[in-house]
C-alpha cells in the first residue's frame, strides 16, 4: 500500500507529532492493523517505515460509515522543522495556558508529543536510534507514573491522617470541656470547704472563749 507524505505545518496540527494525511481503506479490508505493538529488535536492521509504525502505532477510525488511516509521517526533519517544532511547542503552551512550574498534566502531554516527534525524526535519519529513544522515553514515563503514584498516596495519606487527627480533636474538646466542668465544680467545693472552715475556726474560738469565761467565774465562786 502506497502511503502519501502530505503533512501538516505544525501550527495546523492537533498535536505536535506530524501525521501523514489520512487514508480511506477500501471495501476488501486487505489492511490488518499491527494490533501486537511489536518492536523490532535493534539487530534486526529494521526498516524506517517499519520502526515507525511499531514506534508509532497508525490512527485507525470511522467517518459517515467509511474507515480511514493515518499513518506517521515519514518526511525527514530539518533545522527549520526544529524551529518549527520549538514555536509550535512555546504557541500550544500558551494556548492550552499550561503552568510553567509545578505539576501541569498540559504541559506534561505536550512536551511528550514534543519528544514523540523528536523520536520521529531521529528515527527517519537512523532507526537504531529511534528505538533507542524510545526506550528513553518509556523509562521516562515509568518514572513519571512510579513518581505519580507516590504524590497520589502521599497526598491520600495526609488527608487520612487529617482526618483522624479532627477525629481526635473533637474528642481532646469534649475532654478539654468536661475537665473545666469538673474544674468549676472543684473549685466550687473549695469555696465551700474554705467558708465552712472559717465558720468551723470562728465557731471553735467562741465555744473556747465562752468555756474560758466560765471557769473563770466558777473560780469566783
Request: charged fraction near 35%.
Amino acid at each position: 500500500m502506497s502511503v502519501p507524505v502530505g503533512v501538516k505545518n505544525y501550527t495546523e496540527s492537533p498535536t505536535l507529532l506530524q501525521y501523514q494525511s489520512k487514508i480511506e481503506l477500501g471495501e476488501d479490508n486487505t489492511y490488518i492493523p499491527n494490533k501486537k505493538h511489536q518492536i523490532p529488535e535493534i539487530e534486526s536492521n529494521p526498516s524506517i517505515p517499519d520502526a515507525l509504525n511499531s514506534i508509532f502505532l497508525p490512527k485507525e477510525w470511522e467517518e459517515n460509515g467509511k474507515k480511514f488511516i493515518q499513518y506517521v509521517s515519514q518526511e525527514p526533519g530539518t533545522r527549520e522543522k526544529a524551529r518549527d517544532l520549538f514555536k509550535a511547542l512555546d504557541a500550544k503552551i500558551k494556548e492550552r495556558e499550561a503552568r510553567e512550574k509545578g505539576i501541569c498534566p498540559v504541559r506534561e502531554e505536550l512536551y511528550s508529543q514534543c519528544f514523540d516527534e523528536l523520536i520521529r525524526q531521529v528515527t527517519i535519519e537512523c532507526p537504531e536510534r529511534g528505538l533507542l529513544l524510545l526506550k528513553v522515553r518509556d523509562e521516562i514515563k515509568n518514572t513519571i507514573s512510579s513518581y505519580r503514584t507516590l504524590y497520589e498516596s502521599a497526598i491520600l495519606f495526609g488527608i487520612r491522617k487529617q482526618l483522624e487527627a479532627e477525629v481526635g480533636k473533637d474528642q481532646l474538646k469534649k475532654e478539654i470541656s468536661e475537665l473545666e466542668r469538673k474544674k468549676v465544680e472543684l473549685i466550687s467545693q473549695n469555696l465551700n470547704l474554705i467558708i465552712k472552715l472559717n465558720y468551723s475556726r470562728k465557731k471553735a474560738k467562741k465555744e473556747i472563749k465562752w468555756k474560758m469565761l466560765k471557769e473563770k467565774k466558777n473560780r469566783h465562786f
